[in-house]
């Protein structure tokens, strides 16, 4: 009966003071909120570059459009053409690389895409996301168009940027569009000037 009485007592003890003890509470309560916490962090990061990329593509876009604007791109970007005729950049392509001069350095120009179009005036322009068509491979295989009108034309340039997204913990993710993309679009239109 003694050893009965004292294996209680220091049972009932030993349970009251793990119970008091509270020395891995914080572990155990970090281990609870901590994949919250970081997909949070990850979620804040990859929303915050992203527009650190939506606002350098929104510059490039306003320096590229300059271009149409005063003329300078009907003017200067007709095309190159070798010794024997052949062209070998299109005055779209000669775009394409002044806006891709214009681009921050983290901003690939492989990923840009260039749709420059005439428009009779001011409410038929188009300034939104067109619509994409893939191959089987998932690339764009869109031909999108370069007129930039002539003097006192109602032009819209559309830059779309493909971002690569990444998809975040707790099923968070940014793209939309197929393999994890998302694209980004800035738009200008504008009245060009007399050259």
């Avoid at 909120?33 to 915050?48: D, N, S, Y």
């Amino acid at each position: 009966m003694v050893r009965g009485w004292t294996s209680r007592r220091w049972g009932g003890a030993f349970r009251a003071a793990l119970l008091r003890d509270v020395r891995g509470a914080t572990a155990l309560e970090f281990a609870l909120v901590a994949p919250v916490l970081i997909a949070m962090i990850v979620a804040i990061f990859e929303i915050a570059v992203m527009y650190f990329a939506q606002q350098g593509l929104e510059t490039a876009t306003e320096t590229a459009a300059r271009l149409i604007l005063t003329g300078q791109a009907q003017q200067n970007f007709t095309g190159v053409k070798d010794a024997q005729g052949n062209v070998t950049k299109t005055p779209q392509q000669q775009f394409k690389e002044a806006a891709c001069a214009s681009l921050p350095t983290f901003l690939q120009c492989s990923r840009l895409y260039v749709d420059v179009t005439n428009v009779s005036n001011f409410s038929s322009a188009n300034p939104t996301l067109p619509t994409f068509t893939y191959d089987s491979n998932g690339n764009i295989t869109n031909s999108f168009a370069y007129s930039p009108g002539t003097q006192g034309a109602v032009v819209v340039v559309r830059l779309i940027y493909n971002w690569p997204t990444l998809a975040g913990p707790l099923g968070f993710d940014l793209s939309n569009r197929p393999g994890s993309q998302r694209m980004l679009l800035a738009t200008s239109v504008m009245k060009t000037e007399g050259y």
